[in-house]
């Protein structure tokens, strides 16, 4: 196996999920579907159960259970054994026959005794044993109905989709997004016999919700096990609050002060709220042919970062759209192929235009191989060109076999450069770079008033036009990248009749989209009114609001918006950015907006020395390893712009970039308007 990394981590932990597999029913959660899908692909699990018939399996109430002869399973959960997930264990072991179940979690046993409130005190004492996953067992036995039965219960942290050796994601926790002010009146109307938390920077652990608590200790009990598998002692730090927050617990993770003591490396852990820079997520700068194919392809079902590539195209089948639905689509994981996944690794590293050559070089390369009957052609590369080049495969069995994963990426690339959404990247980009000159001769009423006549009607809309949820994102933009402002007179009026446009525009439709059916409260456009529709504006535009006060505690990193001058144009600069230049700057200054979180009691000393004696603390850049950790998501682009710089800046430092999801842009307002990010659903 590799050096130790993402992608050795996640092989290990799915290498002892394989050996319990053998001729067992397998069923799997999502998040573990996942995982296993971007690590070694479900051709490996196949292989390891070794049946003739397919014992793969989604984990729901409504599952299917197991025959007279299939007396073994093996179920492969993200998630705590507790609540709703229990009841399924129970209902699919009942109606089964099995004799021997393996259950696997990708939570460790310590968050286990702590989601059943067992004190730390306690806890440390049960160190090596395993309470909680021995009454399972007895209850699986129970439910197989005989005691002498085998029941297995084991942690495995299968907590990361590694979509590429610099770069992992992780499913379990692709809803979990930063607070943003209006967060803080909710905390507080919960807990009315409190002291009053004035800010977002008084938010700490103690008072979040009890479900949040929980979520963001079963995130660390898996980065606590990914930074033992490296090998690493870990130092943490972190840019916003509930990056702090998050940096804090695994600072002070009861149990990896064993682990850290015989570490052999060091790391630098920086955690950092997507809130602070929106303008990166909703925005179109990212020159990334895999940004825009994840943007504009339908999503595979059941997965966050994943899409369905229609693979129609290389069968007999007439290419119309009911065709699609009768053969299974590709993907843009490619575990088994390695032809792919260098051309996947070179796509993710390389400009959008330098991708499409590269995925026309691989195809004339692939095909020569094959001595299919390539006619070569040089020059700008174009959807119809690299179809031609695909074409070739369709009638030769083996050369399909041979470049499946080549060719799904290809057809990904076509579907991608020919769809309509595509055409409308650039018009996005023109809009944003408007904006930005705008804002800084003009002020944000002329802004608003630039996209007033913007916001068109069904029956007056083209395919060119915005619609509502293309409107959410430039209005995202637009208070992202402003920031905090001095207020004009003529902001109220302007402000006012953008909402009264957009609460119409919403009740003209002629059906909701599920983003519009969560922002409304409405299932059917029959029900949405104009004053649900208003209520549900000003409580959009209330959030906006909150976006330009997200940088409001920050010293050093207060804005991404770069005003223009006689020699520039207004620009944007990402805070990622500004913050791997801070953490390299050659001077290193003591970073002001990076906090150090300190572990244990010595590092609180040395926090406290260094008040009134000469005490170094320690630096993101002191390590040979940086591991980002981005809580909201990232952009591919972003992760490739971090990767570049880290490499430019202090070309010794290895760098890993982790991130709750992939971002495409329309994520933005699902996350920021239709997520309870105080409340996550835990199961119980």
Known sequence: MSAPGVLSFTQQGW??????????????????????????????????????????????????????EQPKAVFVLSCLLKGRTVETLRDIVCRSHFQYCVVVTAVSHAVHLTANHVPAAAAAELEGQHPVFEQLEEKLCEWMGNMNYTAEVLHVPLLLAPVAPHLALTPTFASLFPLLPKDVHLLNSARPDRRRLGSLGEVDASSLTPELLLQIRCLVSGLSSLCEHLGVREECFAVGTLSRIIAADLANYAPAKNRRKTAAGRASVVFVDRTLDLTGAVGHHGDSLVEKIISVLPQLPGHTNDVMVNMVELTALPTQDESQHVVAPGCLAQTSDPGAKALWEALLSTKHKEAVMEVRRHLVEAASREKLPIKMSLGRVTPGQLTSYIQLFKNNLKALRNHCGLLQLGLATVQMLKHPQTAKWDNFLAFERLLLQSIGDSGMSVVLNQLLPMIKPLPQRTSDDYGPEELLLLLTYIYSVTGEFTVEKDLGEAEEKVKKALAQLFCEESELSPLLQKITGCDSAVDLTFHKSKVAVDELFASLWDITRARSLMKQFKSVYVPGSHTHQASYKPLLKQIMEEIFNPEKPDPVDIEHMPSGITDLLKTGFSMFMKVSRPHPSDNPLLILFVVGGITVSEAKMVKDLVASLKPGVQAIVLSTRLLKPLNIPELLLATDRLHPDLGF
Do not use: I, M
């Open 15 to 68: 290498e002892q999920v394989l050996a319990k597999v053998k001729r067992a029913v397998v069923y799997l959660d999502a998040a573990c579907v996942e995982s296993l899908h971007w690590a070694c692909g479900s051709t490996r699990l196949l292989e390891a159960v070794g049946s003739p018939v397919c014992y793969l399996r989604e984990f729901e109430p409504k599952a299917v259970g197991g025959g007279a």
